[in-house]
């Protein structure tokens, strides 16, 4: 085990993290500590860890290829909601192949958590699709390209679990798309959004991964119970704790 990396068979072992605390009992939970800016750059091959403990191959190169990337919209509860697919260009639809849904931080979109999560060169080599959803627009602010989520459920806001149940429904009629292996991920606000999915629709997806950030502790306990266990890798830098 690298030092600054802390995994925990039960997430209840020694975090105190309130989100780790939550209805995740039995899975597994990894508390990674960054001291060195330098060491963010690492952060996206972190996340492949989640995908090893959940089944995925992963090579030993990353090298980036020229794959697809492909503009999509949803209309959910009469809004019409965006996101863009990545396809790797090894991919035939011939097998079916793993999603990972990758969340953008606040006042972020699609495109900007492509470029800093760098999750396409690994979807190349690892053999798997990713998506990119965009949060609502804020109603402050509705000509810019800002986008944000609603994972408190806040009844003012836009309902995101709709949105993202749909669209990996969607994507699954679409692509050749492994049921079994659909995974999500998201750093600040979009590891806000992907807890609270994983509460709400845990039968959807088969593991996740966060960064950056955590439930807060008015979120209620009860409202976080996954009816299945579900396999959990969170990262935390020292300014987040």
């Not at 091959?45 to 290829?65: D, R, T």
């Amino acid at each position: 085990m690298e030092k600054g990396i802390k995994c925990y068979n039960n997430p209840k072992d020694g975090i105190n993290t309130p989100s780790l605390k939550k209805g995740f009992v039995g899975t597994l939970g990894c508390l990674i500590h960054i001291t060195n800016p330098k060491m963010m750059e690492k952060i996206n091959y972190a996340i492949i860890l989640i995908l090893v403990l959940s089944g995925l191959s992963i090579p030993q190169s990353i090298n980036a290829q020229n794959g697809q990337i492909i503009e999509g919209s949803l209309l959910v509860n009469d809004l019409q909601r965006d996101y863009v697919v990545y396809t790797p260009a090894s991919y035939d639809g011939s097998e079916a192949w793993p999603l990972v849904l990758n969340l953008h931080a606040t006042g972020f979109n699609a495109y900007t958590q492509m470029a800093l999560s760098l999750m396409n060169p690994v979807a190349d080599t690892a053999h798997f699709i990713v998506v990119y959803p965009n949060g609502s627009i804020s109603a402050s602010n509705p000509n810019s390209n800002d986008r944000f989520w609603n994972p408190l459920l806040l009844p003012n806001r836009e309902d995101d679990i709709p949105f993202l149940d749909h669209l990996i429904d969607s994507l699954i009629h679409e692509f050749n798309v492994d049921k079994s292996k659909v995974y999500m991920t998201g750093g600040d606000q979009g590891a806000l959004m992907t807890y609270t999915f994983a509460c709400q629709m845990p039968e959807k997806i088969a593991a996740i991964a966060t960064v950056s950030n955590v439930l807060p502790d008015n979120f209620s306990v009860s409202s976080c119970v996954p009816s299945i266990p579900l396999p959990l890798l969170h990262m935390l830098s020292l300014i987040h704790i």
